[in-house]
């Protein structure tokens, strides 16, 4: 859901805030892995708890990195 109202701000020509969306929903994911129980995660479960976290934090940071780097349109 979070990635999807990031989207439809992207669509509506506002990168960086729909891009920041992006970023804090894939952050999100990573912090419910991380406080969830295992039989609680549901689809965010793949594989060991530690290796989603690392990578949803990956994900998560480079997105965000990416959208502050990125200089708007002229």
Known sequence: MV????????????FRRGTFIMA?????????RAILPSDRAGLLKLRSRFLD?????FLG??????CLIVPPPS
Not at 61 to 66: C, D, M, N, S
């Open 61 to 66: 940071a480079g997105t965000l990195i990416a």
């Open 24 to 32: 804090g929903g894939v952050c999100l994911a990573a912090f419910l």
């Open 53 to 57: 976290i690392l990578t949803l934090g």
């Open 3 to 14: 990635i999807a109202a990031g989207a439809v701000v992207v669509a509506d020509d506002h």
